[in-house]
């Protein structure tokens, strides 16, 4: 009956050890950072009657010491505060450690609304809010998504022309 015991109290043991050896590693480690992101460039894809399609590149800087496997994603494009253009990818990016990658998205805005917000833009340059959440693959140790804002500058030009 002793052996019995022992042998029960070592696996006893033996499950304490691998339920904290479990959650050692569900423990959440180092929160990524959430990554830097810039309006790169912007091209009027196509006009419609009633829709304008954008694309955009925007570069992302990973400042993690992990890479970051960009699934997805999604925007909000303000000028001067107000609503300009929306829009997702589903891209396929990887961003490595420590670097940049560019990752391309489609905006789209109501061709009304945008008329309407040149006819009310200053000619000068504009400001520019960049708003949105990039998906990355990842497991427990990774959230599913991770948020990004940027605001710069850019030009009438920019918003209306196609190279």
């Known amino acids: 009956m002793g052996s019995f015991l022992k042998q029960r109290s070592a696996v006893l043991w033996i499950l304490i050890g691998l339920?904290?050896?479990?959650?050692?590693?569900?423990?959440?480690?180092?929160?990524?950072?959430?990554?830097?992101?810039s309006l790169v460039h912007i091209?009027?894809?196509?006009?419609?009657?009633?829709?304008?399609?954008?694309?955009?590149?925007?570069r992302v800087f990973n400042t993690n010491e992990v890479p970051l496997e960009i699934q997805g994603g999604d925007c909000v494009l303000e000028v001067n505060g107000k609503r300009f253009a929306q829009g997702v990818t589903d891209t396929d990016t990887e961003v490595p450690a420590y670097g940049t990658a560019i990752v391309p998205m489609t905006l789209y805005s109501s061709m009304v609304g945008m008329v309407r917000s040149i006819l009310t833009l200053p000619?000068?340059?504009?400001?520019?809010?960049?708003?949105?959440?990039?998906?990355?693959?990842?497991?427990?140790?990774?959230?599913?998504?991770i948020p990004f804002s940027s605001e710069g500058k850019l030009s009438l030009e920019d918003l209306v022309e196609s190279p």
């Open 123 to 145: 000619k000068e340059e504009l400001g520019y809010k960049l708003a949105g959440r990039l998906r990355v693959e990842g497991g427990f140790m990774v959230p599913s998504t």
């Open 43 to 58: 091209d009027l894809q196509e006009a419609k009657l009633f829709e304008s399609v954008f694309n955009v590149q925007l």
């Open 19 to 37: 339920v904290g050896l479990a959650a050692g590693c569900a423990a959440p480690g180092k929160r990524l950072e959430p990554p830097r992101v």
